[in-house]
């Protein structure tokens, strides 16, 4: 079974969600910035939110179809949707959410199909508690499993992990795993954190400003992004504007210079006569710092250039280092400590010549 | 102590408070989450006799039921007496009276409602009926005795109102307030004293009972 779906909402003067694609079954990832589209699009496959135009369908089950005027209510759509905040029932205990779907069945085959989704998603102990009363991970198996004890057709998880630790996270997608490989269904999962991505999707499609800018499989489509916008949204926090000054196809490299500055970089060889502007992405995870000059790496960019700022942003620190233009890199706060590094300080950058991607612009 | 003022003042509060928890609750929810734009006209009108004299309320109300105007035509051929001076009259007053007593802190507690909640009860296959009894009142029902006992207390003690649409007949329209009043009127101090000590006390009482039940405080005025 699979969802297909091509819809127009307009969300604003200036905002309209216009989507077309297809899920098949198996888990695919709704990744983009916060404000991208990726909810709104969740709620017209519920049902929740109308489009203007277009249709959705679940196999040959047509949810939705501006055409013709068909528009089934929510409670006939036969979707699963994981809210953001989960929205259990407070009132009720994890055991009588997990029974809400199944109201119209007899209350025999309700227990027993509650206690079997509980028992998929390890909740049997807390069945008689409360959602206040069980930890954050069960709070999410509790929604998770509510979502699918009616056997609905297609999944949908508005960032359902995100409040999660990975480990926690990733017993939980395994549990969830293993549940579709009996029941094949497709599930939509919103996030806007990169590790997700690589952790969870079969595919990938990257949604910015309502519009789809790229999808397939995420290693492909977030390491090589194809051009600005996308390598933004996939975390590559230095864009620059250079121009080529060597070409180097016997060892399949190319040199160019930044932002009109002295700063040189060795990058893969790609289109580009010499003089041709270029833009190059560099993720600020994939740069090292080192507090004197390196000697004997394989790196072919070694850069010398000064502190600007840290600021320390949860686990990481955000340095911004000026070379003539302005790197941002990621360090940890042992790092900061270890290499002495304050404003002011001057540091080397060490960067792979494959650390850096060719986006056009 | 006037035991009949009394009697008749509880039945009538009684009886207001549970016609206004059938009328009140659908008011509130449509208040709550209608889209109409012009849903604001309707608020405003349900939230007049908080700012309204009795007096002016009354006055109205005593004009539309008066055995001149098409409903006191319609109550008089239906009953076969006038309907202004009855104690339905008063039933009638006070519910509009009560109204926003009744209706805010319900719908107050609609509105503090999670709807995701309700999105979700939905997508679970429920229809409206089924996601309001089991979700919407269970998680609202503080704001729903609210509004039951405040439209019960402030039905209770109005004056004017009464004094308007029912007058003063003993045993059908005279209200503890009304008895209060005449005895003071009459210089029977020490009646209108053991009466009006009746109702504060039993007023108090009604209250710290719902408080201390409801343990979360509403503001003294139930507005949002």
Same mark, same amino acid.
Not at chain 1, 185 to 212: Q, W
Not at chain 2, 24 to 42: D, E, H, M, N, Q
Not at chain 2, 104 to 126: E, I, K, V, Y
């Given at each position: 079974?699979?969802?297909?779906?091509?819809?127009? =909402?307009?969300?604003?003067?200036?905002? /309209?969600?216009?989507?077309?694609?297809?899920?098949?079954?198996?888990?695919?990832?709704?990744?983009?910035?916060?404000?991208?589209?990726?909810?709104?699009?969740?709620?017209?496959?519920?049902?929740?939110?109308?489009?203007?135009?277009?249709?959705?369908?679940?196999?040959?089950?047509?949810?939705?179809?501006?055409?013709?005027?068909?528009?089934?209510?929510?409670?006939?759509?036969?979707?699963?949707? =994981?809210?953001?905040?989960?929205?259990?029932?407070?009132?009720?205990?994890?055991?009588?959410?997990?029974?809400?779907?199944?109201?119209?069945?007899? !209350?025999?085959?309700?227990?027993?199909?509650?206690?079997?989704? !509980?028992?998929?998603?390890?909740?049997?102990?807390?069945?008689?508690?409360?959602?206040? @009363?069980?930890?954050?991970?069960? &709070?999410?198996?509790?929604?998770? @499993?509510?979502?699918?004890? /009616?056997?609905?057709?297609?999944?949908?998880?508005?960032?359902?992990?995100?409040?999660?630790?990975?480990?926690?996270?990733?017993?939980?997608?395994?549990?969830?795993?293993?549940?579709?490989?009996?029941?094949? *269904?497709? *599930?939509?999962?919103?996030?806007?954190?990169?590790?997700?991505?690589? !952790?969870?999707?079969?595919?990938? =499609?990257?949604?910015?400003?309502?519009? *789809?800018?790229?999808?397939?499989?995420?290693?492909?489509?977030?390491?090589?992004?194809?051009?600005?916008?996308?390598?933004?949204?996939?975390?590559?926090?230095?864009?620059?504007?250079?121009?080529?000054?060597?070409?180097?196809?016997?060892?399949?490299?190319?040199?160019?210079?930044?932002?009109?500055?002295?700063?040189?970089?060795?990058?893969?060889?790609?289109?580009?006569?010499?003089?041709?502007?270029?833009?190059?992405?560099?993720? @600020?995870?994939?740069?090292?710092?080192?507090?004197?000059?390196? &000697?004997?790496?394989?790196?072919?960019?070694?850069?010398?250039?000064?502190?600007?700022?840290?600021?320390?942003?949860?686990?990481?620190?955000?340095?911004?280092?000026?070379?003539?233009?302005?790197?941002?890199?990621?360090? /940890?706060?042992?790092?900061?400590?270890?290499?002495?590094?304050?404003?002011?300080?001057? =540091?080397?950058?060490?960067?792979?010549?494959?650390?850096?991607?060719?986006?056009?612009? | 102590?006037?035991?009949?003022?009394?009697?008749?003042?509880?039945?009538?509060?009684? +009886?207001?408070?549970?016609?206004?928890?059938?009328?009140?609750?659908?008011?509130?929810?449509?208040?709550? %989450?209608?889209?109409?734009?012009?849903?604001?006209? $309707?608020?405003? $009108?349900?939230?007049?006799?908080?700012?309204?004299?009795?007096?002016?309320?009354?006055?109205?109300?005593?004009?539309?039921?008066?055995?001149?105007?098409?409903?006191?035509?319609?109550?008089?051929?239906?009953?076969?007496?006038? +309907?202004? %001076?009855?104690?339905?009259?008063? $039933?009638?007053?006070?519910?509009?009276?009560?109204?926003? %007593?009744?209706?805010?802190?319900?719908?107050?507690?609609?509105?503090?409602?999670?709807?995701?909640?309700?999105?979700?009860?939905?997508?679970?296959?429920?229809?409206?009926?089924?996601?309001?009894?089991?979700?919407?009142?269970?998680?609202?029902?503080?704001? $729903?005795?609210?509004?039951?006992?405040?439209?019960?207390?402030?039905?209770?003690?109005?004056?004017?109102?009464?004094?308007?649409?029912?007058?003063?007949?003993?045993?059908?329209?005279?209200?503890?307030?009304?008895?209060?009043?005449?005895?003071?009127?009459?210089?029977?101090?020490?009646?209108?004293?053991?009466?009006? %000590?009746?109702?504060?006390?039993?007023?108090?009482?009604?209250?710290?009972?719902?408080?201390?039940?409801?343990?979360?405080?509403?503001?003294?005025?139930?507005?949002?």
């Amino acid at each position: 079974m699979s969802l297909a779906l091509s819809v127009r =909402v307009k969300l604003s003067s200036v905002f /309209t969600l216009d989507v077309t694609m297809t899920a098949p079954s198996g888990i695919t990832i709704l990744f983009g910035p916060s404000g991208s589209g990726k909810s709104t699009l969740l709620r017209s496959v519920a049902g929740l939110v109308r489009p203007d135009a277009g249709s959705i369908a679940i196999g040959n089950r047509i949810l939705f179809d501006a055409s013709s005027g068909r528009d089934l209510p929510v409670r006939q759509r036969r979707v699963g949707y =994981v809210f953001q905040q989960l929205a259990l029932f407070p009132h009720l205990s994890v055991g009588d959410n997990l029974a809400y779907g199944l109201q119209d069945r007899p !209350a025999g085959v309700r227990r027993e199909q509650a206690c079997a989704i !509980a028992e998929s998603f390890r909740i049997q102990h807390v069945l008689s508690r409360r959602p206040d @009363a069980i930890s954050g991970g069960e &709070r999410q198996r509790a929604a998770l @499993a509510r979502s699918l004890v /009616t056997n609905p057709d297609v999944l949908l998880l508005d960032e359902p992990l995100s409040a999660l630790d990975h480990a926690t996270q990733s017993r939980i997608i395994d549990d969830l795993r293993a549940w579709n490989a009996s029941h094949g *269904i497709p *599930i939509l999962y919103v996030t806007h954190a990169h590790r997700e991505v690589f !952790a969870l999707g079969d595919r990938v =499609v990257v949604l910015d400003h309502g519009r *789809i800018v790229a999808n397939g499989i995420p290693h492909e489509v977030l390491d090589l992004p194809e051009h600005e916008g996308l390598a933004r949204i996939a975390g590559f926090e230095n864009v620059f504007d250079g121009v080529v000054t060597e070409r180097r196809p016997d060892v399949g490299t190319m040199h160019c210079t930044l932002g009109g500055s002295a700063t040189e970089l060795e990058v893969p060889l790609a289109r580009g006569e010499l003089g041709a502007p270029v833009r190059v992405a560099v993720r @600020a995870g994939d740069i090292l710092l080192a507090n004197e000059a390196p &000697r004997g790496l394989s790196a072919r960019n070694i850069i010398h250039g000064r502190v600007v700022s840290l600021v320390r942003e949860g686990p990481t620190v955000v340095a911004r280092v000026d070379t003539g233009v302005s790197f941002v890199v990621h360090v /940890t706060p042992a790092a900061v400590e270890a290499l002495g590094l304050a404003p002011g300080r001057q =540091v080397w950058l060490i960067i792979k010549t494959y650390s850096c991607r060719i986006v056009s612009t | 102590m006037d035991w009949t003022a009394i009697a008749l003042s509880v039945r009538l509060a009684a +009886l207001v408070a549970a016609i206004l928890l059938v009328l009140g609750l659908p008011i509130a929810y449509w208040l709550t %989450f209608s889209r109409w734009r012009g849903k604001f006209a $309707v608020e405003a $009108v349900v939230a007049l006799p908080l700012v309204l004299p009795p007096t002016v309320l009354g006055f109205y109300v005593l004009l539309a039921i008066g055995s001149r105007s098409p409903i006191g035509r319609l109550w008089t051929a239906w009953t076969g007496h006038g +309907l202004a %001076f009855t104690f339905e009259a008063l $039933v009638l007053a006070s519910i509009l009276y009560s109204l926003p %007593f009744a209706v805010q802190p319900m719908s107050a507690a609609f509105a503090q409602l999670d709807r995701s909640l309700l999105d979700a009860s939905a997508t679970l296959g429920a229809g409206r009926w089924r996601t309001f009894a089991r979700v919407v009142l269970p998680l609202s029902v503080e704001g $729903v005795i609210a509004g039951l006992v405040l439209s019960f207390a402030h039905t209770l003690g109005e004056f004017g109102v009464v004094l308007m649409v029912g007058g003063n007949l003993p045993g059908v329209t005279r209200t503890v307030s009304i008895a209060i009043y005449d005895q003071v009127q009459s210089l029977q101090y020490d009646a209108a004293n053991r009466t009006a %000590f009746a109702l504060l006390a039993f007023s108090f009482l009604v209250l710290t009972l719902v408080y201390a039940l409801l343990r979360k405080p509403w503001a003294v005025a139930p507005l949002r």
